[in-house]
Each structure stands twice: as C-alpha cells, then as structure tokens.
C-alpha cells in the first residue's frame, strides 16, 4: 500500500518532551497535505521506542536551566515556548526572582522544574 510519503507518522507526538526534536510529528499540516494527494497516513498504533514523557513542573531535576516543553503539575497544560506567560508576579515574589517569572498560562503556576528549588 501506497502511504504519504512512505513513512509511518507519530501521532503521540503532542505528549513527549522530544516533541520540538520529532521528525515524524502527525500533525495537523500533514494530515491536510495527505488528504489533499488522497494518499491513506501510515501511524504508529503505539508509543514508538524514542517516545519520552513529558516533564512535570516542580519535579526534582537536577539544577541546571528548566527546559520547556514542561507539563504543569497543578492543571496538566503543556507549557511551550509559545505559550508561556513571561510576566513578573511582583518585585517581592521569591520565585520570580530566584527562579525566573514563567508560569502557566492556563493556571499561573510558576514552570520551573524544580531542580534548583
């Protein structure tokens, strides 16, 4: 059978932390391509071997630079480059100061790993 491409495309991608490094992701672009040449998308069943689990905010990390994408703890949204909110709490919030001031965009929970906490 003829596929897209001739490859197999990783709809898990939206759920692994390697996500920004996936050169098979199934995304939305591909799907409209495919459709548009009416080629069938051939897709993993399951999560392939390079899969990894997204991280969680406020886990025990060793200290070092947090890295996003993050999942966070508190209401489970996948904090991106693009989405995260960058303002400052206050002048007097420790977290900002000490640990940068990006937090949740959904809820506003602060998105460090938590390896220098």
Same mark, same amino acid.
């Given at each position: 059978m003829n596929c897209f491409k001739d490859r197999t495309y990783c709809g898990f991608y939206i759920d692994c932390y390697e996500s920004v490094n996936c050169s098979r992701p199934l995304t939305p672009e591909i799907i409209a391509l495919a459709e548009k040449k009416g080629l069938p998308i051939c897709q993993f069943s399951e999560k392939p071997e390079c899969f990894k689990g997204m991280l969680k905010t406020g886990e025990d990390y060793p $200290? #070092?630079?947090?890295?996003?994408?993050?999942?966070?703890?508190? $209401? #489970?949204?996948?904090?991106?480059?693009?989405?995260?909110?960058?303002e400052q709490c206050s002048t007097d919030c420790e977290l900002c100061d000490y640990a940068a001031c990006g937090k949740c965009p959904n809820c506003g929970e602060h998105w460090h790993c938590g390896g220098c906490l």
């Open positions: $200290c #070092g630079p947090c890295y996003l994408p993050l999942e966070c703890s508190k $209401c #489970g949204t996948i904090i991106t480059e693009e989405n995260v909110n960058n």
